[in-house]
Antibody
Framework: QVQLRESGPGLVKPSETLSLTCFVS????????WSWIRQPPGKELEWIGF???????EYNPSLKSRVTISVDTSKNQFSLKLSSVTAADTAMYYC??????????????WGQGTLVTVSS | DIQMTQSPSSLSASVGDRVTITCRAS??????LAWFQQKPGKVPKLLIF???TLQSGVPSRFSGSGSGTDFTLTISSLQPEDVAIYYC?????????FGGGTKVEIK
């Protein structure tokens, strides 16, 4: 059974860089698209971007200037960096896997989510 | 971006009731529409993809329909374990977007 688990600091200071890692177990990271998705408190889900196992990426234009997603296939994990954070970046952050052959979804496996708060 | 309008935002129904949730896209998306369920503290779970294809392991009381701009998720007989928030999600092109969610409760 594939499982995803997000890990990273729960508190980030304004203007700093948010860094999260998604650990994938029970299956290989190869040949799939892996996405980051977030949900601010009381607001809608927002797709941040994806990375394919080969390293190709696509980001949401609304966040593109601040986002970097990378993959480490040897460790079966992928990571998110979001720079210059503000309070508006406070959200539950999820990692998810696209069904085989699909890039923007549907997402057949999700992590539990990790809450990141931006505050000084 | 293509916007997804989901309704109702919440509903309360009795066990055994038929429940219907709708999702409307601001532009046609053929059948690139998924539904997923999120229970409190649990991992989101994919229910339906390609508008009407049941994900493996999902109970048959869940069904999806629609194409183009209008889609429906139906629970044929609501069960206590179906209490959750349900979201639609379009994935025809980037960036994918989500509906606002429907909170389903038992009356």
């Amino acid at each position: 059974q594939v499982q995803l688990r997000e890990s990273g600091p729960g508190l980030v200071k304004p203007s700093e860089t948010l860094s999260l890692t998604c650990f994938v177990s029970g299956g290989s990271i190869a040949n799939y698209y892996w996405s980051w998705i977030r949900q601010p408190p009381g607001k809608e889900l927002e797709w941040i971007g994806f990375i394919y196992s080969s390293g190709s990426t696509e980001y949401n234009p609304s966040l593109k200037s601040r986002v970097t997603i990378s993959v480490d296939t040897s460790k079966n994990q992928f990571s998110l960096k979001l720079s210059s954070v503000t309070a508006a970046d406070t959200a539950m952050y999820y990692c998810a896997r696209g069904k085989r052959g699909y890039s923007h979804g549907p997402f057949d496996y999700w992590g539990q989510g990790t809450l990141v708060t931006v505050s000084s | 971006d293509i916007q997804m309008t989901q309704s109702p935002s919440s509903l309360s129904a009795s066990v055994g009731d038929r429940v219907t949730i709708t999702c409307r896209a601001s532009q046609a998306i053929t059948d690139y529409l998924a539904w997923f369920q999120q229970k409190p503290g649990k991992v989101p779970k994919l229910l339906i993809f390609a508008a009407s294809t049941l994900q493996s392991g999902v109970p048959s009381r869940f069904s999806g329909s629609g194409s183009g701009t209008d889609f429906t998720l139906t629970i044929s007989s609501l069960q206590p374990e179906d209490v959750a928030i349900y979201y639609c999600h379009r994935y025809d092109s980037g960036p994918p977007t989500f509906g606002g969610g429907t909170k389903v409760e038992i009356k």
